[in-house]
């Protein structure tokens, strides 16, 4: 009896094996798609689009440069705060080559994580460039709102699945990181796209300084969202709330004329002040994050800033299977082969 119980142990494992073996070979080599594809032709199109008419000014637009010369407000960050769309631009190029690699074109992080937002995500950044350009911001603040949206809806479907594939430096790169930063940067970017709305509806010096105070507020709010409610914190968002506050205050060290002709100088120190606060806060805050979530997990000290286990629920999402069955190793394939 026990061996015969034993035998039938051993053959449902190595049907179990032979199974993880097989699926495992198919997400190998299985075909590109539609997904693959269109993410490529997306990219192209919004790299296009945003540097022919957000850069050179086809048609007859202003550049992204001009506009934000005319409509200067009291958060408008120096230019150099600008130059993370080249971060943004080239990790998003590199994500756009490696899901066409067998490897990892069929991977759960692109096909049910990124699925169809990125492509949004382009398309919604294609039309966002010509109302900005041609100054029509009501428009352009809701096609911004829908980039974020889209954006946040990559983070939030990788955020549930449960994968090998999420493990391991090149896998987060590849896959997650470039989300992550675009999304944090979208964020302020919408931001400023209100405070530059308001300014071009004729706001007074009163209420602009009120939406700016708002703003940085509203870095912070959602900074502190990021990092204590999910149960992993992200650090990638909060990290470009502290960019774009860091370089409002390097532009309002020496603010141009448009600023000074329209706010009284301590006022503008003020704000100036502010911004270096709401930087320094968001920074001590993310460290503090990353601590609490270190010790939770590697030393059980103060369990309730770590990650769930998988037997349990959180917050009210079904946990995730065990995924053993993603796993590749030599040593299972070898130990499947000497069977």
Not at 103 to 132: D, E, H, M, N
């Amino acid at each position: 009896m026990i061996e015969n119980s034993n035998n039938s142990i051993y053959l449902s494992n190595q049907l179990l094996q032979d199974h993880n073996y097989k699926k495992d070979t198919d997400i190998m080599t299985e075909k590109l798609n539609a997904i693959n594809y269109l993410n490529l032709i997306a990219f192209i199109v919004n790299i296009v689009i945003t540097y022919g008419v957000g850069t050179a000014g086809w048609f007859g637009a202003k550049s992204n440069g001009e506009i934000s010369d005319m409509y200067q407000t009291i958060i408008t960050p120096n230019s150099k705060a600008f130059t993370i769309w080249s971060v943004i631009f080239l990790t998003e190029a590199i994500f756009v080559i490696v899901q066409f690699l067998p490897r990892y074109r069929s991977t759960a992080l692109v096909q049910k994580g990124v699925r169809y937002w990125f492509i949004l995500s382009c398309l919604f950044q294609t039309a966002w460039t010509f109302p900005f350009s041609f100054e029509i911001m009501w428009l352009a603040l809701v096609l911004i709102i829908l980039i974020g949206v889209s954006l946040a809806a990559i983070l939030i479907s990788q955020y549930y699945i449960e994968c090998e594939e999420k493990k391991g430096f090149f896998n987060y790169f590849f896959f997650q990181f470039p989300f992550e930063v675009h999304c944090g940067w979208i964020i302020a970017a919408s931001i400023l796209n209100a405070n530059i709305l308001n300014l071009q509806m004729g706001a007074s010096e009163a209420m602009q300084l009120a939406a700016g105070i708002v703003s940085l507020g509203l870095l912070l709010m959602i900074t502190t969202f990021v990092l204590f409610f999910p149960t992993t914190p992200n650090f990638i968002i909060p990290l470009v709330a502290a960019w774009a506050s860091g370089w409002i205050s390097v532009e309002l060290k020496n603010p141009k004329s448009s600023i000074t002709d329209e706010f009284d100088t301590v006022i503008i120190e003020a704000m100036q002040t502010t911004s270096v606060v709401i930087w320094a806060i968001i920074l001590i805050v993310t460290v503090i994050r990353a601590c609490l979530f270190l010790l939770a997990n590697n030393f059980g000290i103060l369990p309730c800033f770590g990650n769930v286990d998988n037997g349990e629920n959180d917050g009210g999402i079904q946990a995730k299977p065990n995924v053993s069955q993603w796993d590749t190793t030599e040593e299972r394939h070898g130990q499947q082969w000497s069977a």
